[in-house]
Nanobody
Framework: QVQLVESGGGLVQPGGSLRLSCVAS????????MNWYRQAPGKSRDLVAR???????TYKESVKGRFTISRDNGKNTVYLQMNSLKPEDTAGYYC?????????WGRGTQVTVSS
């Protein structure tokens, strides 16, 4: 059974940093595509960062240079390091494991960027 559990969200001032974690069970990070999505109230859930099984990373244009996705295969954990946070980064952040025939989601962690 696949389970994804996010943590690390919170309230931070503009310009601050947070590191989100996603602990995975029931999957092998080195083989699966892992993603971070975010969803603000009244908006669609958008892809923020992707880490493919082959190790390729891609980012939403608006977070390039500020966010970094990484993984620790030994800890079965995916991270999203977020620097230079802006109010528009405020959203629920969700970890996702994407396979050809299935997609798995965590429950999310809230990030609020406000002074």
């Amino acid at each position: 059974q696949v389970q994804l559990v996010e943590s690390g969200g919170g309230l931070v001032q503009p310009g601050g940093s947070l590191r989100l974690s996603c602990v995975a069970s029931g999957i092998t990070l080195s083989a699966d595509e892992m993603n971070w999505y975010r969803q603000a109230p009244g908006k669609s859930r958008d892809l923020v960062a992707r880490f493919t099984g082959s190790g390729t990373t891609t980012y939403k244009e608006s977070v390039k240079g500020r966010f970094t996705i990484s993984r620790d295969n030994g800890k079965n954990t995916v991270y999203l390091q977020m620097n230079s946070l802006k109010p528009e980064d405020t959203a629920g952040y969700y970890c996702n494991c994407s396979r050809a025939r299935a997609s798995y989601w965590g429950r999310g962690t809230q990030v609020t960027v406000s002074s």
